[in-house]
């Protein structure tokens, strides 16, 4: 279906005083495992059934990565299919920022392993950790070096192995997520208006809704801490899923808002792919129509930072995006955090 254009939109960037440089996404790509784990077999590791599973979140399967493929290898070859989109070499990359909650190592960063994998020498590197909004709060980062002509070239990846912190013994927890990968390519392209707004916030006083309580400074871990099972995710769904439903419209209406645009003006809505009821109460509260809005999550469960990445990809992949669409972006994760995106594709 057509959506309604116009030409009304401002870029707020643009409006702060730099009028003739902006940041595009000048590529893009996405990598999962190639292991599906289905609602089938999980119904064989814990006490739950395709039914509940579908009906409850919408998901159907997961990719699992395996035992010897880590976070910076997903995020890997999801750079790779990225700087292709973009025609452009490793050594071209001025900046890597790998957004995860499963680094390879505590530290060093995943984003140095990567960068010794795809071979980007040239490039600074560093890790972002906001959960699932993880990707869109490296969009501005990212985007952040290139508005001010620190760096030509920024790699922004959202990289996850969920199934490294998964509680297989926890049915609340172990149906709901999946591992991959999604990365883009930033880069000034003159005559043309990129990304018009991020927005990002945070609630700290929600920290033990969700996470993985050992590991860190305040639990160390030890034979107890394992015993425990403290390395674990942790969630409280019903309640994550309340804020999930508000931070998201608020988000998503701000980012809106900064750039002058009515909801029917967006030609894909990309959401955070954590549960269908999410994205369809999303959705109802935005006025947006269903076919505005891009949903994979039958496919690959929650992925976390990787979850907008991926869909974004998918949804280009699939004709969804034309060149001159308005694109939103919108997820809410731990923390909590939460962010929202508008771009000129
Ligand atoms: O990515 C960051 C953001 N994450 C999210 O936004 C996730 C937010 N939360 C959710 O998506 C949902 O809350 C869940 C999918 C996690 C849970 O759905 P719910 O409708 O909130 O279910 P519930 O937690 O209220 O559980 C309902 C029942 C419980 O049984 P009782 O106590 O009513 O007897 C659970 O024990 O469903 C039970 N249950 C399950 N049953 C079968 C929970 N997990 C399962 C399961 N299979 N896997």
């Given at each position: 279906m057509k959506t309604e254009k116009s030409q009304t939109f401002v870029n707020p960037r643009i409006?702060?005083?730099?009028?003739?440089?902006t940041c595009s996404i000048a590529g893009v790509g996405s990598y999962v495992p190639d292991r599906v784990l289905s609602n089938?077999?999980?119904?064989?590791?814990?006490?739950t059934s395709d039914t509940w599973i579908t009906t409850r979140t919408g998901i159907k399967e997961r990719r699992m990565a395996g035992p010897e493929q880590y976070t910076s290898d997903l995020a890997a070859e999801a750079a790779r299919r990225a700087m292709a989109h973009a025609g452009i070499t490793p050594d071209?990359?001025?900046?890597?920022?790998?957004?995860t909650i499963t680094p390879d190592t505590p530290f060093p960063s995943t984003a140095c392993w990567l960068q010794h994998k795809i071979g980007a020498h040239r490039a600074a590197a560093f890790d972002v950790e906001a959960a699932c909004s993880g990707f869109l709060y490296g969009l501005?980062?990212?985007q952040q070096f290139v508005m001010t002509q620190t760096y030509n070239t920024v790699l922004v990846?959202?990289?996850?192995?969920?199934?490294?912190?998964?509680?297989?013994?926890?049915?609340?927890?172990c149906v709901l997520f999946g591992d991959g990968a999604g990365a883009v390519i930033l880069r000034n392209r003159p005559q043309s208006h990129g990304l018009l707004t991020v927005c990002m916030g945070a609630d700290g006083?929600?920290?033990?809704?969700?996470?993985?309580?050992?590991?860190?400074?305040?639990?160390?871990?030890?034979?107890?801490?394992v015993d425990e099972r403290l390395h674990f995710l942790r969630m409280d769904g019903k309640e994550t899923f309340k804020h999930a439903v508000t931070a998201m419209c608020n988000a998503a209406r701000e980012a809106l808002h900064r750039c002058h645009i009515e909801i029917g003006q967006v030609a894909c809505i990309i959401p955070h792919q954590a549960n269908r009821r999410?994205?369809?109460?999303?959705?109802?509260?935005?006025?947006a129509?269903?076919?505005?809005?891009?949903?994979?999550?039958?496919?690959?469960?929650n992925t976390s930072a990787a979850s907008v990445a991926i869909a974004l990809d998918e949804a280009v992949r699939a004709g969804r995006i034309h060149r001159g669409d308005l694109v939103l972006m919108v997820a809410f994760g731990a923390g909590f955090t939460w962010a929202s995106a508008v771009i000129e594709w």
């Open positions: 409006l702060g005083g730099n009028a003739t440089r089938i077999e999980l119904e064989k590791i814990v006490d071209q990359i001025d900046l890597i920022i790998v957004a501005e980062i990212g990846i959202g990289a996850e192995k969920l199934s490294s912190i998964i509680d297989w013994k926890d049915r609340n927890t006083s929600k920290t033990g809704l969700l996470g993985m309580p050992g590991g860190g400074s305040r639990c160390p871990a030890s034979h107890e801490s999410i994205i369809d109460a999303v959705t109802e509260r935005l006025h129509r269903a076919d505005q809005v891009f949903v994979n999550l039958e496919k690959y469960g």
